[in-house]
C-alpha cells in the first residue's frame, strides 16, 4: 500500500490476511444469506478503527494467496477513508509525537509513506482481531452462535465509547443488520 497512491489504486490482502477476509465476507446463514459484512470495503474501514482502538497492528504478510479491494471501491467511499486515516494518524498510538506534530503528520503529511504503512498496520490487526472474535477458539458455525457474537462484540464497542451505555439489547436491529 505505501508505494501506491492512497485510495487509488486497488488493494491486495496477502496470506493470512487474505483467507481472514474471505473467511468474515461468507455466509453465515444459507437460509437468510446473513452475513457479517457486505463488502471487503466495508471491513476494511472497521477494521482501522478496530485496529486503532485496541492498538493492534500487524505487519503485511507476502504471498501469493490474495484477496482484492478494486480502486472503485475506494473511489466511491474516498472521503470516509481519508477522514479514517486522519482519525488513525491523530490518535494511534506515537509516544514520540506532541499534539502538533501529531496535528502535522494527519493533516499536512497525510500521504507520507510511514502514515501509509501505519494505517495499513491498523487496519491488519483489526482485521485480526475482528476474525478472532468471531472465528477463533471454537469455531462459530450456527446463525445464532454469529447473532450471539455480533451483540458482544456490539456491546463491547458501546461500553468503550461511553461506560455509561446500558448495554445493546436491541435484537431486532441486530437481526436486521444480520439480513442485510
Known amino acids: 500500500m505505501a508505494t501506491k497512491k492512497l485510495f487509488l489504486e486497488n488493494y491486495l490482502f496477502r496470506g493470512g490476511h487474505a483467507a481472514k477476509v474471505r473467511e468474515l465476507l461468507k455466509e453465515v446463514d444459507k437460509e437468510t444469506s446473513a452475513k457479517l ?4 470495503i466495508e471491513l476494511f474501514m472497521i477494521s482501522a478503527v478496530i485496529g486503532c ?4 497492528r ?31 494518524l491523530l490518535v494511534s498510538d506515537s ?5 502538533i506534530d501529531r496535528i502535522n503528520r494527519a493533516f499536512r503529511e497525510i500521504e507520507n509513506e510511514d502514515n501509509v504503512n501505519l494505517f495499513e498496520e491498523y487496519v491488519l490487526g483489526g482485521l485480526e482481531e475482528i476474525h478472532s472474535h468471531f472465528f477463533e477458539g471454537n469455531k462459530r458455525l450456527f446463525y445464532d452462535d454469529f447473532y ?8 463491547d464497542y458501546n461500553k468503550l465509547e461511553n461506560d455509561n451505555l446500558d448495554e445493546f439489547d436491541d435484537d431486532e436491529l441486530l437481526e436486521d443488520i444480520l439480513r442485510n
Open 53 to 56: 482502538i485496541n492498538n493492534k
Open 95 to 99: 509516544k514520540d509525537l506532541n499534539n
Open 37 to 40: 459484512f457486505n463488502s471487503a
Open 58 to 88: 500487524s505487519i503485511p504478510e507476502i504471498s501469493n494467496d490474495t484477496f482484492n479491494i478494486f480502486a472503485e471501491q475506494f473511489s466511491n467511499h474516498g472521503a470516509t477513508l481519508r477522514y479514517l486515516l486522519k482519525l488513525v
Open 148 to 155: 450471539s457474537a455480533l451483540k458482544i462484540f456490539v456491546s
